[in-house]
C-alpha cells in the first residue's frame, strides 16, 4: 500500500501573499457581485468609495456569509453612503498625532515606547479607521529616512520597545522588516519589539517562514498585535497562522474596536474571546472608536460599552476580558475606562 505523505504544516510560497494583495476587490461592485448581493446596494456605497477606496483580499471576504448584507464583516469593508454624513463632534484627526512626530515616521507619545510608521498602506480598507483622512502615501520609508529615526531612539535611553505600526507594518516585504530590525537590535537599551498588524488577519499567507525568521531571531522579544473585531474572521487560515507565529515563540495579543453592527453584543464580544484563546490570543485592548469623520454610523455609546463590559465580566474569566480603552490627545497612556 503506498501512503502519501502529507506535509504537517503547510508553508505559503514566499511571495503569494503578494499576489492576493494585488488581486484585491478594490470596487463596492466586485465586492457584492462576491457574495451575490444585489447591486442595488451598490448607489449608496459608491459615495462612500468615492471618500476612501474599496480594498478587501478575497481570503478576508471568503469568511463572510454569502448573500447576507449585514454581515459583520461586510460591515466592516462596505462602503456606504453614510460616510458623507456630517456629525458633530467627529473630526478629521481626533488623535492630534502630527504633534507627535519628532522624526521621520516616528509618533512618541508614551514613556518607553514609540510608534514607527513603517508603510502608510493597509491590506484592508476598514471603514471605521482614523487613517481613512490620512492616506500617508503607500510608499515605505526609505533606509536614508530610518537614519534620522533611528538616531533618535539611539539617543533616548528610556525607550525599552518599538512598535511597527502604519498603516500596516506587515506590507513591507521582509527583506526590507529583517534589515530594519537588525539596525533596531543594535540600539543597546531596546528590548522588545512590538508589530501592529491586521495583515496576518486578512490574508493568513502573509505569515511566511521568512517573516517568521525576521520576528524571532533578533535578540528583541517579539510581541504582535492582531486586530481582530469577530470571532468569524479567524477561520482555519488564521489559525494556522497564528499557531506557527507561536510555535515560534511570537506572543501573540489582539486589539478590537467596539463598531455598532459588528461586535456590540455580548454575545459577539464573548465569542470573540473564546475563539482568540482557542487560537492562542490574549484579548488586550477592546477600543471605543476614534471619533473621526464619515465614521459615525459605528459609533457605540461609552454607556452602552460600559454595560457590555460588565456583561461580559460576568461571562469570562478575567484574562479573557480585554480592557476597554480610548485614545485620547495629551495623556500619559491611552484611557481606561
Ligand atoms: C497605542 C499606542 C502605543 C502603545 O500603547 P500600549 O498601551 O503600550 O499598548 C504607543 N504609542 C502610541 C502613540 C499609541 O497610540
Ligand atoms: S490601519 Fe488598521 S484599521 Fe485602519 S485601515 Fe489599516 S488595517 Fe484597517
Not at 19 to 43: C, E, F, H, S, V
Not at 300 to 311: G, P
Request: glycine share 4%; aromatic share 6%; with cysteine.
Amino acid at each position: 500500500m503506498i501512503t502519501r505523505t502529507v506535509p504537517l504544516v503547510q508553508v505559503p510560497a514566499v511571495d503569494d501573499w503578494r499576489i492576493q494583495l494585488k488581486q484585491a476587490y478594490r470596487t463596492p461592485a466586485a465586492l457584492l457581485d462576491a457574495l451575490g448581493l444585489p447591486a442595488t446596494l451598490m448607489a449608496d456605497a459608491g459615495q462612500g468609495h468615492a471618500l476612501f477606496s474599496t480594498r478587501v483580499p478575497e481570503a478576508y471576504a471568503r469568511r463572510m456569509r454569502p448573500g447576507d448584507p449585514n454581515d459583520p464583516l461586510l460591515r466592516q469593508v462596505l462602503p456606504t453612503g453614510r460616510e458623507t454624513e456630517q456629525v458633530a463632534g467627529f473630526t478629521q484627526d481626533p488623535l492630534e498625532e502630527a504633534e507627535h512626530t519628532p522624526a521621520p515616521g516616528i509618533i512618541h507619545k508614551y514613556h518607553g515606547r514609540v510608534l514607527f510608521i513603517v508603510s502608510g498602506a493597509c491590506a484592508v480598507n476598514c471603514r471605521y479607521c482614523f487613517r481613512r483622512h490620512f492616506p500617508y502615501g503607500e510608499h515605505t520609508l526609505s533606509q536614508a529616512q530610518w537614519d534620522e529615526s533611528l538616531e533618535y531612539l539611539r539617543r533616548d535611553a528610556s525607550l525599552r520597545e518599538v512598535i511597527l505600526s502604519g498603516g500596516d507594518p506587515l506590507i513591507a516585504p521582509d527583506n526590507y522588516l529583517d534589515a530594519l530590525i537588525d539596525k533596531l537590535e543594535r540600539i543597546p537599551h531596546l528590548t522588545r519589539l512590538r508589530v501592529h498588524t491586521r495583515l496576518p488577519v486578512v490574508i493568513p499567507d502573509r505569515v511566511t517562514e521568512q517573516l517568521l525568521k525576521v520576528l524571532t531571531s533578533s535578540r528583541l522579544k517579539p510581541v504582535m498585535v492582531l486586530h481582530i473585531n469577530h470571532a468569524n474572521e479567524i477561520d482555519d487560515a488564521m489559525a494556522h497562522a497564528c499557531q506557527r507565529l507561536r510555535a515560534a515563540g511570537v506572543t501573540l495579543l489582539n486589539q478590537s474596536v467596539l463598531l455598532e453592527g459588528v461586535n456590540d453584543t455580548v454575545d459577539a464580544l464573548e465569542a470573540l474571546s473564546e475563539r482568540l484563546f482557542e487560537v492562542d490570543v490574549r484579548p488586550y485592548y477592546l477600543h471605543v472608536l476614534d471619533k473621526v469623520d464619515g465614521a459615525a454610523h459605528f459609533h457605540v455609546s461609552d454607556a452602552r460599552a460600559h454595560e457590555l463590559m460588565d456583561a461580559l465580566q460576568a461571562r469570562l474569566p478575567g484574562f479573557l476580558v480585554p480592557t476597554l480603552a480610548r485614545e485620547e490627545p495629551n495623556r500619559p497612556n491611552k484611557t481606561r475606562l
